[in-house]
């Protein structure tokens, strides 16, 4: 998300816009943004490589604040704006951050996070309240300022030590605590990216001048990379504050987009507007449209390029960049349900003894990776990740490829739910819901939703003499939404007298999952 070379040739340029008010900041004023950022994180003490956090919804300060980090050598961990204090404070704290930048809607949330927080030295809001000037933590206080205040007086131009930044996200993990996937960055000057983006450029056809729209939260990878890869190709970002179906529709007719990038759901929205709606808007303007996150269902992928034309791409990959796969529409017509094929990074189908599985078979996907995987702080889930030898990582996603290489996906061998594209992992709410006094046992996994793809489902065991009615199921219910981020916690409760466990004490979750899946090959929509 580097400026600098596209505000010296064209300043004026828009930079992004933010769709529902029209509020545009030019390349000059971006830069310059971003610049008083960097000098005020210098001045704070963060040299090269340290760690500093994003809490906020989608703004016209989102940007910067990221693009600051890319631009001083800094790793930017942009949080979930969902979750609770006490999920927020783990990732602050175990991100090393020294500085949060958040906004008055989720100044509370990251108030009472920073209680848990010894690292963090200070916290910029993005429109302040009058009342807070700091925030008093075990005989200490950590100063709050306003973001644009605090800003104002630094210098516009480069830090003089310019490097090459990035984000470090974190990922839910299985034992229910997420993990930072960390990247080792190059010591070279923001203006060179790592080649990745100039494969992604190239693949999702990039231009300068294009018009991108930006309907998911700035937090999730996906977004991240393609806002940031289009102000690095000089084209304009337009960013959505929240995604709504027809308002989508709306803003590519009033901004001409040229390219957008979505996740399934969204596809499934826009379908179902009436049909006057759907045909009320021009959408000509439109080149590339990217999805991913998470499976598109057939049927809906085929209704989307009935209406859009064969300009949607489609790519599989997770946080951790292991392995690249991607198709066009020609391609996906002529496989349907497919993937695509590897673009990035070496595939083997690996059976669970780790020999190599013929073709059509399903099983984990294993990626040869130029380097370990790794994950912050976490050298178990690390080794977990990897192969005995040190050369293969893996996600835990299972599939197959066939006979021209093409790879389709079948199940997620860790249980993970992808619900309206947002990745779940039901450790943590089943950790929670076993803490619950009326609680024996407990398994959270995903089951089919037409609308999101998965939704999270919980299966109870009650503790002995407990009635499991509509009553129990609502206050469990209830309480996983007073604990933890909403989208995490069960949309419906089940009972059952005794959870299936192996005499080892694994859950054997799959038994419970599979008899809400039906008898379809896949277990991921």
Not at 242 to 270: A, G, I, K, N, W
Request: charged share 25%.
């Amino acid at each position: 998300m580097y400026p600098g070379l596209v505000a010296a040739q064209h300043p004026d340029r828009p930079c992004f816009v933010m769709a529902s008010t029209g509020e545009t900041v030019t390349f000059g004023e971006f830069d310059a943004r971003s610049n008083r950022l960097a000098h005020l994180l210098r001045e704070h003490g963060l040299r090269r490589l340290d760690h500093y956090s994003v809490f906020m919804e989608n703004n016209s300060r989102y940007l910067e604040a990221c693009s600051a980090g890319e631009r001083s050598g800094l790793y930017y961990t942009a949080i979930n704006s969902h979750l609770t204090a006490a999920e927020l404070a783990y990732i602050l704290d175990n991100s090393e951050s020294q500085v949060v930048i958040t906004s008055r809607q989720l100044f509370d949330v990251a108030k009472e996070a920073l209680a848990d927080c010894p690292r963090v030295t200070l916290c910029l809001v993005v429109d302040k309240p009058d009342d807070v000037d700091e925030i008093a933590v075990d005989g200490r206080s950590i100063p709050v300022l306003d973001f644009v205040v605090a800003v104002a007086g630094y210098p516009d131009t480069a830090v003089a030590d310019e490097a090459l930044g990035g984000a470090m996200l974190y990922s839910s993990g299985t034992t229910g605590r997420p993990k930072g996937i960390i990247r080792e960055l190059p010591d070279s000057l923001p203006s060179e990216p790592m080649p990745l983006f100039h494969f992604l450029s190239a693949l999702w056809l990039y231009r300068d001048e294009m018009i991108y729209l930006s309907p998911g939260p700035l937090y999730h990878s996906a977004p991240q990379a393609a806002v940031g890869l289009t102000i690095r190709a000089g084209g304009t970002a337009v960013i959505m504050e929240r995604f709504d179906p027809e308002l989508y529709l709306q803003y590519v007719e009033r901004y001409r987009v040229t390219h957008s990038q979505l996740v399934p759901t969204m596809f499934s929205r826009m379908l179902k507007l009436p049909d006057e709606v759907r045909a009320r808007y021009d959408l000509s303007s439109l080149e590339v449209a990217v999805h991913a996150a998470a499976p598109c269902p057939v049927q809906v992928k085929r209704d989307m390029i009935e209406w859009w034309g064969p300009i949607i791409l489609e790519y599989y990959g997770a946080t951790e960049a292991i392995g690249f796969s991607a198709c066009n529409s020609q391609e996906w017509l002529a496989h349907p349900g497919t993937v695509g094929q590897l673009k990035v990074g070496v595939l083997h189908v690996l059976d669970d003894d780790m020999q190599e599985l013929p073709v059509g078979a399903p099983g984990t996907l294993w990626f040869e990776t130029p380097q370990r995987l790794e994950y912050f702080h976490d050298p178990a889930k690390s080794a977990e990740a990897t192969s005995p030898d040190g050369t293969m990582s893996t996600v835990g996603d299972v599939g197959y490829v066939d006979e021209e290489g093409y790879l389709y996906l079948t199940d997620r061998k860790t249980f993970m739910i992808i619900s309206g594209g947002v990745n779940i992992y039901p450790q943590e709410t089943e950790d929670l819901l076993i803490t619950h006094p009326k609680v024996a046992d407990a398994a959270v996994f995903g089951v089919p939703n037409a609308d999101l793809g998965e939704e999270v489902k919980a299966v109870v065991q009650p503790m002995e003499g407990i009635e499991h009615d509509e009553a129990l199921a609502q206050e469990l219910m209830k309480f996983c939404i007073d604990n933890l981020a909403k989208y995490k916690c069960p949309r419906s409760i089940d009972f059952d007298s005794a959870l299936p466990r192996l005499p080892t004490g694994k859950l054997y979750k799959r038994v419970l999952r599979d008899k809400y899946w039906g008898d379809g090959q896949s277990r991921i929509v």
